[in-house]
C-alpha cells in the first residue's frame, strides 16, 4: 500500500496492537463460503481467495466456517481434524502471512438452521423445537455429544494454533447452533446446558474457556454474537446485551461482532440486501458497545465505502469494519481507499448473488467482479493485445460496457454506439427504482473505466447497418439486450391496441412520477426477479391497490432465498396482493377497468375491478435482429448477454469481461 496512513481515513488505516492481535489497519474480511472446498481438503483455489483478500489490504481474514468437530462431515468446510490439511492449513496462513495479515478460523455449526428450501435430514439442536424457516425437527444432542463436540473444538483449535492462525472466532449469531443454544425460544433443556440463563450460556462459555485453556497466550478469540433476531420470546437486544456481558465480563476475549436475524422469518436480517439503509446495524451495535466491557467491537452490515467506515470509526461507535461481501467484490477495496482511488473500487450491490450462489453449492462468484479468486484478480489490468484492432460494441448495457472498456485497456479502438442517451442499459432504469440505486455502481465504474482508456461513444443512436459500417470494424460484439415476450395466451387486439405496456415501459413512464395516480395496478409476472418487484414496489407507492399475478406457487422463485424473503417482508408490508396459481383470463375487460383472473386448475374466476393500469413481466427475447445480416459481411460477430440468451446480471458482466480479454 503505498499511503498506510493515508489523511482522508486516518482512523480506517491506523493500526492496532492488542493483547495477542498486531494489526496494519482496522480492516476485517468478515467469514464467507467460498464453496472452493472439495472433500473437506483444502484446495489452492480456496488458497487464492484469501491470499487475494490479504494482499487487497486487510489486515485480519476470518475463514469461512469450518469442520472442526468429529460431528461436522460437511463437504464443503475444511476438516481441521483430517491429518491430509495438516501442510494446507500452514500454506494457507503463510499465503495471508506474507501480506502482513491474520488469520482466524470460523467456528460454527448450523444446528437446525437451514439457508436454502426443503428439511435437513441431519439436523442438530438444543431441544427437538423444528426450525423456524424449513420446520426441521432436529436431532437433540446429549450431554455427552456437547461435551464431546466442546473437546473437539478446543483441539482443532489448537491444531489451528500450530499450523499458524492468530486464532478463531466463534459464530454465536445467525440462528446457528450456538445461537440455538442461548435463545429461551429454542433451548427448553433442563439439563446444565439449558433451564435458565446461565445454563443457556454454557455451550458458548464452556467452549471458549475450553479454547483459551488449550491454547497459548497469544491466540486470540473473536465472539460474534446475536444483536437481535427478530422473534419474540427469543434474543432481543436487551437479552443480546446481558449475553456479551457475561461473555465479556469473564471471559479473555479479543473482539466481539453482533449480527441479526435467524433461520426464520429474519433470514433476510443476516445480509442486508438493496433495500436496507446503508450501515444497516450499526445504530443497534452502537448501543449494544455498553455491554461488551470495552472489548473491542466489530461493526458489520452493509457498509460499503471508505467514508462510512471512517465516519464510524470517528465517532467512536466501533473499533474494527469488517467488510464481507464488500471484499468479495473487490479485494483491493483497502489498499484503493488508502491510496485515495476511491472510482477504481468495483463496489458492491447487496444483490446477494454471492450468497445464492454458495447456498447453490456452486463457487463464491460476484455480479461485479467477474475474477472472483484468480491469481490477477487483486487490481486487475487487463494485458496488452498483440495486435491493436477496431472494435464496435453495439449497446452499452453491463455486458456492453464490460466488454468495452476491457478491450480498450488492451490497447484496441473501441467505439460503443448506445440507442439509449446515457451507459447503463436497463440497469440504469432498475438503479432508478426503489432498492435499486447500488446497481448503478456497476455501470459507473465500467463507463469510468471506458472513458479511461479512451473507448468513443455514440449515445442517442439506434444502430443499423450503415452506422456500424460507418464505424469500420474489425469485430462487433452486439450487446443489444433483449425485450419481454407479449404473453403468449393473451388476445392479439389487446396487443394492437397499445395499451398494455411491459413491465420496463411501464417503469421508464412512472419512475419520475411522484404524484398518486389512483386505482387498481395488476402486474402479470413470468419474471420473479428483482427487478419485477422493484416496478411492484414503485406501483404500491403511486396505486391505490397493486395484485400480482403468476402461474407458480409463490412470486419470486427464481431469487435467492435470503432475498426473496426480503421481497416477501416488502410486499406484505406494503399490502400488496398476491394472486398464484393464477393467469389473466381473456375474459377480462380492459376498457371498462375489469380484469377476470383464472385459477389455473380449477378455471375459477375472480374480478379485479377498477384497474388503471396492466402490465406484464415475462421471459425475455434476444435483441438479436443484426446477427445473421452481420455475420454474412464480418467475419468476426459477438453477441453477449441477454442478446445471446436472456440471463442474468452476474452473466452479463462475467460474459463481457471474458470476451474483452480474448479480443
Same mark, same amino acid.
Given at each position: 500500500?503505498?499511503?498506510?496512513?493515508?489523511?482522508? /481515513?486516518?482512523?480506517?488505516?491506523?493500526?492496532?496492537?492488542?493483547?495477542?492481535?498486531?494489526?496494519?489497519? *482496522?480492516?476485517?474480511?468478515?467469514?464467507?463460503?467460498?464453496?472452493?472446498?472439495?472433500?473437506?481438503?483444502?484446495?489452492?483455489?480456496?488458497?487464492?481467495?484469501?491470499?487475494?483478500?490479504?494482499?487487497?489490504?486487510?489486515?485480519?481474514?476470518?475463514?469461512?466456517?469450518?469442520?472442526?468437530?468429529?460431528?461436522?462431515?460437511?463437504?464443503?468446510?475444511?476438516?481441521?481434524?483430517?491429518?491430509?490439511?495438516?501442510?494446507?492449513l500452514r500454506q494457507w496462513v503463510a499465503a495471508i502471512e506474507q501480506h502482513d495479515c491474520r488469520l482466524l478460523g470460523q467456528i460454527q455449526d448450523s444446528g437446525r438452521g437451514r439457508h436454502e428450501r426443503g428439511r435437513n435430514p441431519a439436523a442438530i439442536g438444543a431441544a427437538a423445537f423444528p426450525?423456524?424457516?424449513?420446520?426441521?425437527?432436529? &436431532?437433540?444432542?446429549?450431554?455427552?455429544?456437547?461435551?464431546?463436540?466442546?473437546?473437539?473444538?478446543?483441539?482443532?483449535?489448537?491444531?489451528?494454533?500450530?499450523?499458524?492462525?492468530?486464532?478463531?472466532?466463534?459464530?454465536?449469531?445467525?440462528?446457528?447452533?450456538?445461537?440455538?443454544?442461548?435463545?429461551?425460544?429454542?433451548?427448553?433443556?433442563?439439563?446444565?446446558?439449558?433451564?435458565?440463563?446461565?445454563? *443457556?450460556?454454557?455451550?458458548?462459555?464452556?467452549?471458549?474457556?475450553?479454547?483459551?485453556?488449550?491454547?497459548?497466550?497469544?491466540?486470540?478469540?473473536?465472539?460474534?454474537?446475536?444483536?437481535?433476531?427478530?422473534?419474540?420470546?427469543?434474543?432481543?437486544?436487551?437479552?443480546?446485551?446481558?449475553?456479551?456481558?457475561?461473555?465479556?465480563?469473564?471471559?479473555?476475549?479479543?473482539?466481539?461482532?453482533?449480527?441479526?436475524?435467524?433461520?426464520?422469518?429474519t433470514l433476510d436480517w443476516h445480509i442486508p440486501d438493496m433495500y436496507w439503509p446503508r450501515s444497516t446495524w450499526m445504530p443497534l451495535i452502537e448501543k449494544l458497545k455498553a455491554s461488551v466491557n470495552n472489548v473491542p467491537l466489530v461493526g458489520l452490515g452493509l457498509i460499503t465505502d471508505p467514508a462510512?467506515?471512517?465516519?464510524?470509526?470517528?465517532?467512536?461507535?466501533?473499533?474494527?469494519?469488517?467488510?464481507?461481501?464488500?471484499?468479495?467484490?473487490?479485494?483491493?477495496?483497502?489498499?484503493?481507499?488508502?491510496?485515495?482511488?476511491?472510482?477504481?473500487?468495483?463496489?458492491?450491490?447487496?444483490?446477494?448473488?454471492?450468497?445464492?450462489?454458495?447456498?447453490?453449492?456452486?463457487?463464491?462468484?460476484?455480479?461485479?467482479?467477474?475474477?472472483?479468486?484468480?491469481?490477477?484478480?487483486?487490481?486487475?489490468?487487463?494485458?496488452?493485445?498483440?495486435?491493436?484492432?477496431?472494435?464496435?460494441?453495439?449497446?452499452?448495457?453491463?455486458?456492453?460496457?464490460?466488454?468495452?472498456?476491457?478491450?480498450?485497456?488492451?490497447?484496441?479502438?473501441?467505439?460503443?454506439?448506445?440507442?439509449?442517451?446515457?451507459?447503463?442499459?436497463?440497469?440504469?432504469?432498475?438503479?432508478?427504482?426503489?432498492?435499486?440505486?447500488?446497481?448503478?455502481?456497476?455501470?459507473?465504474?465500467?463507463?469510468?473505466?471506458?472513458? *479511461?482508456?479512451?473507448?468513443?461513444?455514440?449515445?442517442?443512436?439506434?444502430?443499423?447497418?450503415?452506422?456500424?459500417?460507418?464505424?469500420?470494424?474489425?469485430?462487433?460484439?452486439?450487446?443489444?439486450?433483449?425485450?419481454?415476450?407479449?404473453?403468449?395466451?393473451?388476445?392479439?387486439?389487446?396487443?394492437?391496441?397499445?395499451?398494455?405496456?411491459?413491465?420496463?415501459?411501464?417503469?421508464?413512464?412512472?419512475?419520475?412520477?411522484?404524484?398518486?395516480?389512483?386505482?387498481?395496478?395488476?402486474?402479470?409476472?413470468?419474471?420473479?426477479?428483482?427487478?419485477? /418487484?422493484?416496478?411492484?414496489?414503485?406501483?404500491? &407507492?403511486?396505486?391505490?391497490?397493486?395484485?400480482?399475478?403468476?402461474?407458480?406457487?409463490?412470486?419470486?422463485?427464481?431469487?435467492?432465498?435470503?432475498?426473496?424473503?426480503?421481497?416477501?417482508?416488502?410486499?406484505?408490508?406494503?399490502?400488496?396482493?398476491?394472486?398464484?396459481?393464477?393467469?389473466?383470463?381473456?375474459?377480462?375487460?380492459?376498457?371498462?377497468?375489469?380484469?377476470?383472473?383464472?385459477?389455473? /386448475?380449477?378455471?375459477?374466476?375472480?374480478?379485479?375491478?377498477?384497474?388503471?393500469?396492466?402490465?406484464?413481466?415475462?421471459?425475455?427475447?434476444?435483441?438479436?435482429?443484426?446477427?445473421?445480416?452481420?455475420?454474412?459481411?464480418?467475419?468476426?460477430?459477438?453477441?453477449?448477454?441477454?442478446? *445471446?440468451?436472456?440471463?442474468?446480471?452476474?452473466?452479463?458482466?462475467?460474459?463481457?469481461?471474458?470476451?474483452?480479454?480474448?479480443?
Open positions: 500500500m503505498s499511503t498506510p496512513h493515508h489523511d482522508k /481515513y486516518p482512523l480506517l488505516f491506523s493500526p492496532y496492537h492488542g493483547q495477542r492481535l498486531q494489526l496494519r489497519n *482496522r480492516i476485517f474480511h468478515a467469514s464467507m463460503t467460498t464453496r472452493r472446498v472439495l472433500t473437506s481438503l483444502i484446495t489452492p483455489e480456496m488458497i487464492q481467495y484469501y491470499a487475494n483478500r490479504a494482499a487487497g489490504g486487510a489486515a485480519l481474514v476470518v475463514s469461512e466456517p469450518l469442520n472442526m468437530a468429529r460431528i461436522q462431515n460437511a463437504p464443503h468446510k475444511v476438516s481441521v481434524r483430517d491429518v491430509r490439511n495438516a501442510d494446507g426450525d423456524d424457516l424449513s420446520w426441521t425437527v432436529p &436431532r437433540v444432542l446429549r450431554i455427552e455429544e456437547i461435551e464431546q463436540f466442546i473437546d473437539d473444538v478446543a483441539h482443532s483449535a489448537v491444531r489451528l494454533e500450530q499450523a499458524g492462525f492468530a486464532g478463531v472466532e466463534i459464530s454465536s449469531g445467525h440462528g446457528h447452533l450456538f445461537h440455538q443454544f442461548l435463545s429461551p425460544w429454542s433451548n427448553d433443556r433442563e439439563d446444565r446446558y439449558g433451564g435458565d440463563f446461565e445454563g *443457556r450460556l454454557r455451550f458458548l462459555s464452556d467452549t471458549v474457556a475450553a479454547i483459551r485453556q488449550m491454547c497459548g497466550r497469544q491466540f486470540a478469540i473473536g465472539l460474534k454474537l446475536p444483536g437481535d433476531d427478530g422473534f419474540a420470546g427469543s434474543i432481543d437486544p436487551d437479552l443480546a446485551a446481558q449475553i456479551a456481558a457475561a461473555m465479556t465480563g469473564r471471559h479473555d476475549v479479543d473482539y466481539v461482532a453482533f449480527c441479526q436475524g435467524t433461520h426464520g422469518r462510512e467506515a471512517e465516519g464510524h470509526l470517528a465517532r467512536g461507535q466501533v473499533d474494527f469494519i469488517a467488510l464481507g461481501r464488500a471484499l468479495v467484490t473487490d479485494p483491493a477495496w483497502p489498499r484503493k481507499s488508502a491510496a485515495g482511488r476511491e472510482a477504481d473500487i468495483r463496489y458492491c450491490v447487496s444483490c446477494n448473488t454471492c450468497w445464492g450462489q454458495i447456498v447453490d453449492g456452486q463457487p463464491l462468484v460476484c455480479d461485479n467482479n467477474p475474477r472472483v479468486a484468480l491469481a490477477d484478480e487483486v487490481d486487475f489490468v487487463p494485458t496488452t493485445a498483440e495486435t491493436p484492432r477496431r472494435i464496435t460494441v453495439v449497446g452499452a448495457g453491463i455486458a456492453g460496457l464490460e466488454t468495452a472498456w476491457i478491450a480498450a485497456a488492451r490497447g484496441h479502438a473501441v467505439t460503443v454506439l448506445s440507442a439509449g442517451a446515457q451507459a447503463g442499459g436497463k440497469t440504469r432504469l432498475h438503479a432508478a427504482l426503489p432498492g435499486g440505486e447500488s446497481l448503478s455502481s456497476i455501470y459507473d465504474y465500467q463507463y469510468t473505466m471506458a472513458r *479511461r482508456y479512451g473507448v468513443r461513444f455514440e449515445f442517442g443512436l439506434h444502430a443499423d447497418m450503415e452506422a456500424i459500417q460507418s464505424t469500420t470494424p474489425d469485430a462487433i460484439v452486439l450487446a443489444t439486450g433483449s425485450g419481454l415476450r407479449w404473453p403468449r395466451h393473451w388476445p392479439v387486439a389487446w396487443r394492437e391496441d397499445g395499451l398494455i405496456p411491459d413491465a420496463r415501459a411501464l417503469a421508464e413512464n412512472l419512475v419520475a412520477i411522484t404524484v398518486p395516480q389512483g386505482g387498481t395496478a395488476v402486474l402479470f409476472d413470468m419474471d420473479h426477479t428483482e427487478g419485477t /418487484y422493484a416496478l411492484v414496489a414503485l406501483l404500491a &407507492r403511486l396505486y391505490d391497490r397493486v395484485v400480482i399475478v403468476t402461474p407458480r406457487e409463490r412470486i419470486a422463485g427464481d431469487m435467492p432465498l435470503v432475498s426473496a424473503m426480503g421481497t416477501h417482508r416488502r410486499l406484505s408490508l406494503a399490502t400488496v396482493d398476491q394472486m398464484p396459481l393464477a393467469e389473466i383470463s381473456s375474459e377480462s375487460v380492459l376498457e371498462e377497468g375489469l380484469v377476470r383472473v383464472r385459477q389455473i /386448475y380449477t378455471g375459477r374466476l375472480t374480478e379485479i375491478p377498477d384497474v388503471a393500469v396492466l402490465t406484464y413481466a415475462t421471459p425475455r427475447v434476444p435483441n438479436d435482429a443484426l446477427y445473421d445480416a452481420l455475420c454474412a459481411v464480418y467475419p468476426e460477430v459477438h453477441r453477449i448477454g441477454d442478446c *445471446r440468451q436472456p440471463r442474468t446480471t452476474l452473466v452479463a458482466t462475467s460474459e463481457g469481461h471474458a470476451l474483452g480479454n480474448t479480443l
